[in-house]
């Protein structure tokens, strides 16, 4: 079946902040120390605050609140001896969480036994500093953890990003996928999404040439990436002249209404496509479907194929167009 839900808004999650992408952040790199006494918080703070951003916690659960909230600490020291929950088992979650377990973790302790700094690093601690410590020595290891984290993330944002158009690529939304996929889970909120194409991009490369085609891909690209309000909406490249769009906690009418939005900006770009049979500029062909959390839980897999299904019918239709398609239509 094949229905058109009607474009009204969406729920009201807006934040000012634009379509998640990969990112490495410009500002200084933030540093969490985490030690149950507030004097040792101040003696590494102080030898470190000229250089870096820091940020405390004197127990487990802010200690996971702050490394989960962005933007996320470049590096966490760690101090063992704590009276809640120690040092190892914060490093444990940490290490266990998909959302931390890249933050590199230094053991600032006065345990200072063998076995001790093996069992820190066999958890997955980048280094170990045993208290008391050298100030030039403790400074030394830090700025190496961070540089190397930066570097890190740099070849992340590089591996994450679609070269050509510069916005989030296939990989980056196949791992968002996953994660809004297993959110709204157990959330229970709708995600949608949207399959775009160029229509007749192949005509558009054969008379204006490749560079061309390639400058049109950039700035459809960029004209689509403004669209959406949330910062947890992605657009990304899918391949080809393909494009993706992920709107969490955004049902039919509400992932309609950002399609929409998105033809017709790509109409008021007005790039000219003067072998088109559709019209005498660039269009696009949308295909939309949705889960929502009363469905049986299906899979992320079938909610592409389902958007998928809608974009071809959009095609078969003529072109230019929004089709909707349920996610179970099968
Ligand atoms: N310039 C350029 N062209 C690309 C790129 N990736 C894919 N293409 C071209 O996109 C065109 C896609 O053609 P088709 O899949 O036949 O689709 P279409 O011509 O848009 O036709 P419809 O989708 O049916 O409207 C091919 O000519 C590809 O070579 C790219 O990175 N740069």
């Known amino acids: 079946m094949t229905v058109q ?4 808004s969406r729920s009201p999650h807006a934040s000012p902040t634009r379509n998640t992408r990969p990112e490495v952040r410009e500002q200084r790199a933030t540093i969490l120390i985490v030690d149950d006494q507030p004097a040792n918080i101040h003696a590494l703070a102080k030898l470190l605050k000229d250089d870096y ?9 802010k200690t996971l609140e702050l490394a989960q909230r962005d933007p996320r600490p470049d590096l966490i020291l760690l ?7 120690d040092g190892y088992a914060i490093c444990r979650e940490l290490k266990a969480d998909e959302a931390t377990h890249a933050i590199p973790v230094i053991f ?3 345990l200072d036994q063998a076995q001790d700094e093996a069992k820190g690093l066999q958890l997955g601690a980048a280094d170990y500093i045993s208290k008391p410590f050298n100030p030039a020595i403790v400074r030394a290891r830090v700025n190496n953890q961070v540089s190397l984290k930066l570097k890190t993330d740099l070849l992340e944002k590089i591996a994450l990003q679609d070269g050509l158009t510069e916005i989030p690529n296939r990989r980056y939304f196949d791992r968002k996928l996953t994660q809004e996929w297993n959110r709204q889970s157990r959330h229970q909120y709708p995600l949608s999404l949207l399959m775009i194409d160029i229509d007749h991009f192949k005509l558009y490369n054969d008379h204006y040439g490749h560079g061309a ?21 992605l657009v990304a490249r899918y391949g080809g002249e393909e494009f993706v769009v992920l709107l969490p906690e955004t049902d039919a009418n509400g992932a309609c209404e950002v399609g929409e939005q998105m033809r017709a900006a790509i109409h008021a770009l007005a790039l000219p496509h003067a072998y088109s049979p559709v019209a005498d500029h660039i269009t696009l062909s949308i295909g939309a479907s949705m889960h929502q959390p009363q469905q049986p839980v299906t899979s992320a897999e079938a909610l592409k ?6 974009l071809y019918q959009a095609k078969e239709q003529g072109r230019d167009r929004l089709v909707w398609r349920d996610i179970d239509a099968g």
């Open 5 to 8: 839900p009607s474009c009204s």
């Open 53 to 61: 951003r820091i940020i405390t916690a004197t127990n487990a659960t």
């Open 79 to 85: 101090d063992i001896l704590m009276p809640d929950q």
């Open 108 to 110: 600032v302790t006065a």
């Open 213 to 233: 085609g390639d400058e049109c891909l950039r700035r459809v690209a960029q004209a689509l990436a403004k669209v959406p309000a949330r910062a947890a909406d």
């Open 305 to 310: 194929q389902a958007a998928d299904r809608a």
